[in-house]
T-cell receptor
Framework: DSGVTQTPKHLITATGQRVTLRCSPR?????VYWYQQSLDQGLQFLIQ???????AKGNILERFSAQQFPDLHSELNLSSLELGDSALYFC??????????FGPGTRLTVL | AQKVTQAQTEISVVEKEDVTLDCVYE???????LFWYKQPPSGELVFLIR??????QNEISGRYSWNFQKSTSSFNFTITASQVVDSAVYFC??????????FGKGTRLHILP
């Protein structure tokens, strides 16, 4: 158990809908990272937050957004969902050592 | 640009055989980190090792060993006396410090009983 929690574990929704994925980092970790794992793109970095501020951006679509709250939990919002957004979404957190600890993931299925 | 190449898409070996997973990376930075993660069928990512660019010493942890060679930009992973429970997808990854992790495409390892 990495200490990073993600909810929900599974999510099934329809095209065009909007969903929110939630991540709680390990106690004391200020950085949160979001990754997407899809069959065609593999594991890709989406975005990083550090203590509430956006720190780095990767291959994140404009339909996707994220934020980190004062209690350090983070949410990834996916809107206007398409079939291709079906993937496993991982959250990771890190402390000053920069070692990233991954959550169990949220499996999103868009029908 | 950062890049991680795992040329072996899929490997099958019989239990108790040794197997080496190859990883070649590209980076312009002199300071970076290399990782190996295991993803079993259940889907979670299991951290195996992190190595910084200044430490080329090989590492052994039980049946697992890692060979880091900066001269060839490789960070290979060997499982000795493989077991069925080692069946998983293994990812090699690269990070240039306080930043995103770039993953390779992964190698799917099948250990046959």
């Amino acid at each position: 158990d990495s200490g990073v929690t993600q909810t929900p574990k599974h999510l099934i929704t329809a095209t065009g809908q909007r969903v929110t994925l939630r991540c709680s980092p390990r106690s004391g970790d200020l950085s949160v990272y979001w990754y997407q794992q899809s069959l065609d793109q593999g594991l890709q970095f989406l975005i990083q937050y550090y203590n509430g501020e956006e720190r780095a951006k990767g291959n994140i679509l404009e339909r996707f957004s994220a934020q980190q709250f004062p209690d350090l939990h983070s949410e990834l919002n996916l809107s206007s969902l398409e079939l291709g957004d079906s993937a496993l979404y991982f959250c990771a957190s890190s402390d000053r050592s920069n070692e990233q600890f991954f959550g169990p993931g949220t499996r999103l299925t868009v029908l | 640009a950062q890049k991680v190449t795992q040329a072996q898409t899929e490997i099958s070996v019989v239990e108790k055989e040794d197997v080496t997973l190859d990883c070649v990376y590209e980076t312009r930075d002199t300071t970076y980190y290399l990782f190996w993660y295991k993803q079993p069928p259940s889907g979670e990512l299991v951290f195996l090792i992190r190595r910084n660019s200044f430490d080329e010493q090989n590492e052994i942890s039980g049946r697992y060993s890692w060979n880091f060679q900066k001269s060839t930009s490789s960070f290979n992973f060997t499982i000795t006396a493989s077991q069925v429970v080692d069946s998983a997808v293994y990812f090699c990854a690269l990070s240039e410090g306080d930043d995103k992790i770039i993953f390779g495409k992964g190698t799917r390892l099948h250990i046959l009983p």
